[in-house]
């Protein structure tokens, strides 16, 4: 099949998740090809006048991720996938590529709507817990496997796992000496009000070296400004080497490591993910703040999709808003510091809040458990 007709068969439903927009691909000097997505999407060869993402990719790169033996967004860290223009939209690729590959057409959904969030069974199991008032730090020599899934797994009950990082060579490396991994390697870095516009195509998103983003960490934002920050991109092949799954889990359960580089002052609002998280710091400290899943209806919480998934919330634990939302008063937010080594727990269904405390460099492991909530 030849390059215009897969980039057809690629975005021709990517309308349905409430993507518009041209997508150029540069596959040489002198092969290229556009997409269109509106109500209905097109494909032309031949550079776009107007593209609002251009995509250059070696042809051998782009067939290995349609086949599925190849990721985006490895390609992208590696620098050997490169993006300009809108890239809010181009952050989309990864789901529009997972769609056409499980030949997805699903009724269309705007990406920046709020929908209502629907109930899960973490929230029953953690309403039939003992109302939790702090979160446990446990050491990594006193929590074997048996003793996590029975104490903390079963129960879907947060816990902070300390000194848990030892044999991981980016941590006993120290961050001088761990600089040198970080080159030629590139992230996606949030800018502007990226907090007011939490999990929105609309934030201002850039193409970052890795290494000079690090480099830039020491230098304080403007008063005023929110500092940027590097969240939520894969973990490089070229990092993986140098930490380790945790043991937890068996390893087809993993999905791939995320890892989140930031100065102090970085802010994820209040929010909750729709599989177990263990969130590993490497570098600096980082604060949570945590509410049980059967809270939601007390914490205006909405969804990105009308079957829920990633649900974020207006309450602000921070500045709390008692008149708008009078049942948080009865809400136990647990408030929990990560040191760097430490580990934590994070059960599907939990609310949290993180801010960096100090410079931080953290990876976090999301994990399809199959508990069956």
Same mark, same amino acid.
């Given at each position: ?46 550079? !776009?006048?107007? /593209?609002? $993402? ?8 782009? =067939?290995?991720? @349609? #086949?599925?033996? &190849? ?83 079963? !129960?879907?009950? /947060?816990? $902070? ?8 060579? =980016?941590?006993? @490396? #120290?961050?001088? &000496? ?196």
């Amino acid at each position: 099949m030849d390059l215009q007709s897969i980039l057809s068969k690629l975005f021709a439903n990517a309308h349905a998740v409430g993507i518009e927009g041209v997508f150029q691909f540069v596959f040489a000097q002198d092969l290229a090809f556009w997409s269109e997505v509106r109500d209905t999407s097109r494909t032309g060869a031949g550079r !776009h006048s107007a /593209p609002d $993402v251009t995509i250059e990719v070696a042809e051998r790169d782009f =067939l290995g991720i @349609m #086949g599925g033996t &190849a990721n985006v967004e490895e390609l992208f860290a590696s620098a050997r996938l490169k993006i300009t223009g809108n890239m809010g939209l181009a952050t989309l690729l990864p789901q529009i590529i997972s769609n056409a590959r499980r030949g997805a057409a699903a009724a269309k959904v705007s990406m920046n709507q709020r929908y209502p969030t629907p109930a899960r069974l973490s929230e029953r199991v953690s309403i039939a817990q003992p109302v939790q008032r702090e979160v446990v730090r446990i050491a990594h020599t006193d929590m074997p496997v048996a003793r996590f899934k029975t104490e903390y797994l079963q !129960h879907g009950t /947060p816990v $902070v796992i300390s000194d848990a990082l030892q044999d991981w060579p =980016l941590f006993t @490396m #120290g961050r001088e &000496a761990s600089l040198e991994h970080f080159a030629e390697l590139q992230g996606i870095t949030r800018h502007g009000d990226y907090v007011k516009k939490t999990f929105s195509t609309d934030r201002d998103f850039r193409s970052t070296s890795m290494a000079a983003f690090i480099a830039s960490l020491d230098t304080p934002a403007k008063p005023g400004d929110t500092p940027a920050y590097m969240g939520n991109n894969i973990v490089p092949e070229k990092l993986l080497k140098l930490i380790n799954y945790p043991q937890y889990f068996s390893r087809d359960k993993f999905i791939a490591p995320r890892i989140w580089i930031g100065p102090k002052g970085t802010l994820t609002p209040l929010h909750r993910d729709d599989t177990d998280n263990l969130f590993a710091q490497v570098w600096g400290q980082k604060s949570f703040i945590l509410a049980a899943p059967h809270h939601r209806p007390a914490l205006g919480t909405w969804s990105t999709s009308p079957k829920g998934g990633l649900d974020g919330c207006d309450f602000n634990p921070d500045a709390p808003d008692y008149q708008r939302f009078p049942a948080a008063r009865d809400v136990p937010f647990l408030r929990v510091v990560l040191q760097a080594g430490d580990l934590l727990f994070l059960p599907e269904g939990w609310f949290h809040q993180v801010e960096s405390v100090s410079t931080s460099l953290s990876v976090n492991f999301w994990v399809n458990s199959g508990r069956g909530w």
